[in-house]
Nanobody
């Protein structure tokens, strides 16, 4: 069993920044790929970013490339999502997830999910 708890969401103006954190407990964190997904009202959940267990490989959705950075600290069992140059279309509930795959961009490859944290970007 894995527990994931996100934090760091909030209200920010367009062009601003936020850093999301996801604290994990349970399964050996350092052996799990981690991902961030988001879901806006009335829309399907979409992939945002993923990072391999070692942190050596990352992948991003085209919509966030160059603006968002995923990272992890295996000593702290925490994964981060640094979000810069935020846009109103980034508004969504952001959730982290844990996967037994080396790295994954598809939600179906993730086993455990956090409850999510709201990010609202005002124009």
């Amino acid at each position: 069993q894995v527990q994931l708890v996100e934090s760091g969401g909030g209200l920010v103006q367009a062009g601003g920044s936020l850093r999301l954190s996801c604290a994990a407990s349970g399964r050996t964190f350092s052996r799990a790929a981690m991902g961030w997904f988001r879901q806006a009202p009335g829309k399907e959940r979409e992939f945002v970013a993923t990072i391999s267990w070692s942190g050596g490989s990352t992948d991003y959705a085209n919509s966030v490339k160059g603006r968002f950075t995923i990272s992890r600290d295996n000593a702290k069992n925490t994964v981060y999502l640094q979000m810069n140059s935020l846009k109103p279309e980034d508004t969504a509930v952001y959730s982290c997830a844990s996967s037994r795959h080396p790295i994954a961009s598809m939600a179906e490859r993730y086993d455990y999910w956090g409850q999510g944290t709201q990010v609202t970007v005002s124009s």
